[in-house]
T-cell receptor
Framework: KAGVTQTPRYLIKTRGQQVTLSCSPISGHRSVSWYQQTPGQGLQFLFEYFSETQRNKGNFPGRFSGRQFSNSRSEMNVSTLELGDSALYLC???????????????FGPGTRLTVL | GNSVTQMEGPVTLSEEAFLTINCTYTATGYPSLFWYVQYPGEGLQLLLKATKADDKGSNKGFEATYRKETTSFHLEKGSVQVSDSAVYFCALRGSGGSNYKLTFGKGTLLTVNP
């Protein structure tokens, strides 16, 4: 089974621009979560989508948004980029069963975003 | 809210040495616990997990036991190899609603020298 894929792997943008990152989950997985990884803040949760609905949201400004499509693929968008948005953005998928706990999240390789 | 505290790094060991990376957590209810590993330039890989108290997760010679009484999930390996050099993250995931997200520790950089 193919793993979680993320595109593009690397991006360079300038301040004020916007960017869209894409994530394809493992086949059959219905939940997709996004995380930001920086040297200073570590791994921080952005949001989670399940069956096309945002189920959880982290503590990030409204410039960060996402969506999930009917095939479970997900995109995240960052508008009006700031220098501090430079980070590795990781997507993770999990199977999720109703009422389940501890479904393992499997991570993609990440998209390295550099904002100049 | 949930939180994870793991030992500060970096940790430098010689090949075949014993490894322990401490991890303690704060959470309501009965979280699931995970160790992930990140090699340079890559995403996170699941190393092992435990979903209930006294469970032992194990993989590739690494082990960790879910200790509810001490709220700990320490990672151990009896004999490390150069190829184990990476950053290790302890994480927990709660149950229900907003607790489904993973909460990570800050990571511990392990360097194994030949």
């Amino acid at each position: 089974k193919a793993g979680v894929t993320q595109t593009p792997r690397y991006l360079i943008k300038t301040r004020g621009q916007q960017v869209t990152l894409s994530c394809s989950p493992i086949s059959g997985h219905r939940s997709v979560s996004w995380y930001q990884q920086t040297p200073g803040q570590g791994l921080q949760f952005l949001f989670e989508y399940f069956s096309e609905t945002q189920r959880n949201k982290g503590n990030f400004p409204g410039r960060f948004s996402g969506r999930q499509f009917s095939n479970s693929r997900s995109e995240m968008n960052v508008s009006t980029l700031e220098l501090g948005d430079s980070a590795l953005y990781l997507c993770a998928s999990s199977l999720e069963v109703a009422g389940g706990q501890g479904d393992t999240q499997y991570f993609g390789p990440g998209t390295r975003l550099t904002v100049l | 809210g949930n939180s994870v505290t793991q030992m500060e790094g970096p940790v430098t060991l010689s090949e075949e040495a014993f490894l322990t990376i401490n991890c303690t957590y704060t959470a309501t209810g009965y979280p699931s616990l995970f160790w992930y590993v990140q090699y340079p330039g890559e995403g996170l890989q699941l190393l092992l997990k435990a979903t209930k108290a006294d469970d032992k997760g194990s993989n590739k010679g690494f082990e960790a036991t879910y200790r509810k009484e001490t709220t700990s999930f320490h990672l151990e390996k009896g004999s490390v190899q150069v190829s184990d050099s990476a950053v290790y993250f302890c994480a927990l995931r709660g149950s229900g609603g907003s607790n489904y997200k993973l909460t990570f520790g800050k990571g511990t950089l392990l360097t194994v020298n030949p």
